[in-house]
């Protein structure tokens, strides 16, 4: 809707198409609002340097006014544009992760309105690999502030059908890129302090980023559900993904962790009692979420439980939401927000979930996890 709550009507068109990215190109260039695909999640773009544009982002989405929003760029230059002392660890990760799904905190130059930074004197800046997203910007010749597509609160969309539902009569165009890779946001990473700073986790991990500058921070903020602790992410504070139901995540955690390591250095075991330990910890958390389902099927509620691949069969529930492999990653990370999303489509009151811990992305993933469950997680051990 626009500042007098009009209904808008909404183009929506392939992106893959030329015609097209020439007609969201120019409701760019005009102030106008278009949402495109990215690697990550789809965002919803506006002209980054006209302020009353990047302000129609934060109407569309119900966004606070104090959240910051990431410039999108097709080259490097535009960094030296759009931001003052930028650092050799910088350009280091720009050489090594763009374009990709990382964005890069920096101190921003006037050029860059206070209303696409939320009055703060840094700015967020990412180059996508996405080819519509790339192409959209170079043709647009704007700087594309986007943040993620969906109305504040919700999961962040990975199908231009999510985009559809939350963003439709009230932005101008939606360019559909079908089903985007990653599925979870970029990796941002704070390069204005001493040491650089995680402040939300991504595809990008802390060990990737070390690995081509040293030693990285993670934002403590994000990693302990403390209230007193203040994300330096302002994005990072709001609850998020959260269905209606109520999500709880059941994890196995040893019993004594500190005892079980102490032996682990002198008690060899075989490969065989290492993998039957693991069936047998994995059936305790299906037996537990089995338990708990029954319980709120006799009180007469909806159940889910989302699973990964090899577990699915053996649930007993109303619905079981599969997200992936367990040990990969990125087969997690792409459905986790639609799987969110179809918690609230089938009606599940009552949602239980594995801990998604057992991959190379889980730092990333159980952060959203995490935040759709509000912490809510039951022990097994
Ligand atoms: O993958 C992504 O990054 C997607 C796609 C569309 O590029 N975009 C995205 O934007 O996730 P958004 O607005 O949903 O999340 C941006 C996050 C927020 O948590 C915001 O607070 C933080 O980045 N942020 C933006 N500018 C910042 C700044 N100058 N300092 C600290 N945090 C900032
Ligand atoms: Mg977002």
């Not at 290492?274 to 909806?302: H, S, Y």
């Not at 609230?344 to 759709?372: F, V």
């Amino acid at each position: 809707m626009n500042s007098r709550n009009e209904k808008i009507e909404t183009i929506i068109a392939y992106g893959d198409d030329e015609a097209a990215i020439a007609q969201a190109s120019d409701i760019l260039r005009k102030g106008g609002l278009v949402a495109f695909p990215t690697e990550t999640v789809y965002g919803l773009g506006a002209d980054a340097l006209n302020a009353d544009a990047s302000a129609k982002i934060y109407a569309a989405k119900g966004r606070p006014s104090d959240n910051p929003l990431i410039v999108h760029i097709a080259d490097t230059e535009a960094v030296y544009e759009l931001a003052s002392n930028v650092p050799q660890k910088a350009v280091m990760l720009m050489e090594a992760f763009w374009p990709g799904p990382l964005t890069i905190i920096l101190n921003k130059k006037k050029i860059v309105p206070d209303g696409t930074t939320g009055g703060l004197d840094t700015v967020a800046i990412r180059m996508p690999s996405h080819p519509v997203a790339m192409k959209l910007i170079k043709e647009s010749g704007v700087y594309i502030a986007a943040p993620s597509a969906n109305t504040s609160g919700r999961p962040s969309p990975t199908l231009a059908e999510h985009v559809i539902e939350d963003m439709n009569g009230r932005i101008d165009m939606i360019l559909d890129g079908g089903a985007v890779g990653i599925g979870i946001e970029s990796t941002i990473v704070d390069l204005t302090g001493e040491i650089p700073t995680i402040l939300r986790p991504g595809y990008i991990t802390k060990k990737m980023l070390e690995d081509i500058i040293g030693e990285v921070m993670i934002d403590k903020a994000i990693i302990e559900p403390d209230p007193n602790l203040r994300p330096k992410a302002p994005g990072m504070k709001y609850t998020h993904y959260a269905p209606k139901g109520e999500v709880t995540i059941v994890e196995y955690e040893p019993a004594d962790m500190k005892e079980d390591y102490q032996f682990s250095a002198i008690d060899v075991k075989t490969e065989n009692a290492i993998d039957d330990e693991i069936k047998t910890n994995n059936q305790k958390v299906i037996d537990k979420i089995n338990a708990l389902v029954a319980e709120k099927n006799a009180q007469g509620f909806k159940t889910a439980v989302i699973a990964t691949k090899d577990n699915a069969p053996y649930y007993k529930c109303d619905s079981v939401l599969v997200v992936g492999e367990a040990d990969k990653g990125v087969t997690i990370s792409a459905n986790l927000y639609a799987i969110l999303r179809k918690c609230d489509t089938i009606g599940a009151e009552y949602i239980y979930s594995e801990a998604l811990n057992q991959n190379e992305l889980s730092g990333a993933i159980m952060n959203r996890l995490l935040k759709a469950a509000g912490h809510r997680v039951i022990k097994v051990h």
